[in-house]
């Protein structure tokens, strides 16, 4: 799955670090999504597209 994850966290200028604090998961856990390795769970996403005030479908997308 495809996202949009890394733009979003360097256009606030946050470090990996300080996203999976807001988060409350690992930076291993960022780095994983950001790579593309781990696709976040469901609730997780929702998470992610809160934090950002996004649709999931806005930061995630099937490839």
Same mark, same amino acid.
Not at 14 to 28: C, G, I, N, P, T
């Given at each position: 799955? &495809?996202?949009?994850? &890394? ?5 606030? /200028?946050?470090? =990996?670090?300080?996203? *999976?604090?807001?988060? &409350?998961? #690992?930076?291993? #856990? ?6 593309? &390795?781990? /696709?976040? #769970?469901?609730?997780? *996403?929702?998470?992610?597209? $809160? ?9 995630? =997308?099937? $490839?």
């Amino acid at each position: 799955m &495809k996202n949009r994850l &890394k733009v979003l966290r360097a256009e606030r /200028d946050w470090s =990996q670090a300080d996203l *999976a604090e807001r988060l &409350k998961v #690992s930076r291993q #856990s960022v780095n994983a999504i950001e790579t593309g &390795k781990y /696709d976040p #769970s469901l609730p997780l *996403a929702f998470r992610i597209a $809160e934090l950002f005030d996004m649709a999931i479908e806005e930061i995630f =997308q099937r $490839e």
